[in-house]
């Protein structure tokens, strides 16, 4: 099986199933728009070669490994339709077959200075979150500035989320921050730096402001800004 169609399968599971769940053959046939017995026959080979986890009747799911491959997968594509749609001025409605086709071929060299270009953008044109790259790097600034090949740090080893992704009851550490120069600085005046932990005591349903808690006060600040920081989740530690 060549290797875009196996990313195309992950991409799949990853987009119906999510992280953790399962998805049926028959969802799959529908989103591919091809036989069931296709896909039963498609992830039972992806299966003997470990490529996902896929048990008959029940459904398939992505490995720890197949889920960093989707999510790669999934931040080029969204890097791909901002890049078509507020670059090259294409209708967003027919960007989405486009960054399908050529995701797959995008280089890390290219999706590096793709991002970069595009000022490292928090959604796609059709609202869905893009996630921070998975380089060593603790914000956008050092990227821009080439201060990250200095040291050439390794790739995290663990996933990064936004804290609007925290639970009420959740902590995580600041790790990165998306952004130029003055949403670092602007972060780091309300004591929001990389290492300090935090909790979110109010987060909205909608865009509304959300309110974290940190060093025993409080801080209430934008919904956009709150997505442009990302942290190690369930870390423990006073705040």
Do not use: W
């Not at 026959?41 to 299966?47: D, F, G, K, P, V």
């Not at 995008?106 to 970069?116: D, G, P």
């Not at 005591?201 to 709150?226: C, W």
């Amino acid at each position: 099986m060549a290797q875009e169609h196996i990313e195309e399968y992950l991409e799949v599971i990853y987009d119906i199933a999510g992280t953790d769940g399962t998805t049926k053959t028959t969802a799959i046939a529908k989103c591919l728009n091809v036989a069931p017995a296709s896909v039963t026959e498609e992830l039972r080979s992806l299966a003997e070669k470990h490529l996902v986890n896929y048990e008959p009747y029940q459904g398939a799911s992505l490995t720890k490994a197949d889920r960093i491959i989707a999510e790669k997968i999934k931040r080029r594509h969204r890097l791909l339709e901002v890049f078509l749609t507020d670059v090259l001025m294409i209708n967003r409605q027919k960007v989405h077959d486009q960054a399908c086709r050529m995701e797959h071929t995008l280089s890390e060299e290219i999706e590096c200075a793709l991002c970069k270009m595009l000022d490292a953008p928090s959604r796609c044109p059709h609202g869905s979150p893009i996630g921070p790259c998975d380089k060593g790097i603790t914000n956008c600034v050092d990227c821009r500035t080439g201060a990250e090949t200095e040291n050439a740090p390794a790739l995290r080893e663990r996933k990064l989320i936004p804290i609007t992704d925290l639970g009420p009851r959740d902590k995580g550490k600041i790790a990165f921050i998306r952004g130029d120069c003055n949403i670092v600085q602007q972060l780091s005046d309300l004591g929001l730096k990389l290492g300090t932990i935090v909790s979110v005591t109010h987060n909205p349903s909608s865009n509304g402001p959300v309110e974290v808690f940190l060093r025993r006060t409080k801080q209430v600040i934008d919904h956009a800004l709150a997505e442009d920081i990302f942290v190690q989740s369930s870390v423990g530690g006073d705040s």
